[in-house]
């Protein structure tokens, strides 16, 4: 079968930098992205990896090992706006999104 | 770039009436469209995949007669909740496929949402 592992929530505090990881097990892999989902509103985009390797925007950087079959979102100089779910999902080799069941932060100040 | 709208934000209705919800791409043309809903406190549930000018393809578990899907334009996905009763009262949100966010073409940018609250 398909899975995404993510933590269920993190803790982290007020400008420091935290690490959500994700292991995938998916037939087949076209990429992966990190969506960023604020309470009560809908997913945006925070990134794409397809590409071994970290791929950086910002105070956002988002890494991909594909042997491993594992990423990390990396969010640098915290700030409480960041206080967030943040999704992961695979596209398998038909391009379906498969989704992670997201991981909640807590910035603390 | 890559704006998607959703129409209304926020239904609430009685208990056997049919609510729209219609899903928009604004900045870009987007020939599949995705639906979700998701419960408080839980993960985004694939309802269907929407096709422009073709049938949906719903996910197992999903009533097709219950759940209207239309995809009449590359801009335009609605989706029809009939017969409405209180366990549909959810968030619904749709999503649509191209380019122009940032992301691959692949990438799903998603709508706002719409709270359903059916008495």
């Not at chain 1, 379906?96 to 932060?105: D, E, F, H, S, V």
């Not at chain 2, 604004?26 to 049938?55: H, V």
């Not at chain 2, 197992?60 to 334009?73: R, T």
Request: hydrophobic share 35%.
């Amino acid at each position: 079968g398909q899975n995404i592992d993510q933590p269920t929530e993190m803790t982290a505090t007020e400008g420091a930098i935290v690490q959500i990881n994700c292991t995938y097990q998916t037939s087949g892999f076209n990429g992966l992205f990190w969506y960023q989902q604020h309470a009560g509103e809908a997913p945006t985009f925070l990134s794409y990896n397809v590409l071994d390797g970290l791929e950086e925007k910002g105070r956002f950087s988002s890494f991909l090992s594909r042997s491993k079959g594992y990423s990390y979102l990396l969010l640098k100089e915290l700030q409480m706006k960041d206080s967030a779910s943040y999704l992961c999902a695979v596209m398998d080799s038909n391009y379906q999104l498969i989704w992670g069941a997201g991981t909640k932060l807590i910035i603390k100040p | 770039g890559a704006v998607v709208s959703q129409h209304p934000s926020w239904v609430i209705c009685k208990s056997g009436t049919s609510v729209k919800i219609e899903c928009r791409s604004l900045d870009f043309q987007a020939t599949t469209m995705f639906w979700y809903r998701q419960f408080p406190k839980q993960s985004l549930m694939l309802m269907a995949t929407s096709n422009e000018g073709s049938k949906a393809t719903y996910e197992q578990g999903v009533e097709k007669d219950k759940f209207l899907i239309n995809h009449a334009s590359l801009t335009l996905s609605t989706l029809t909740v009939t017969s409405a009763h209180p366990e549909d009262s959810s968030f619904y949100i749709c999503s649509a496929r191209g380019a122009g966010g940032g992301g691959p073409e692949e990438t799903q940018y998603f709508g706002p949402g719409t709270r359903l609250l059916v008495l």
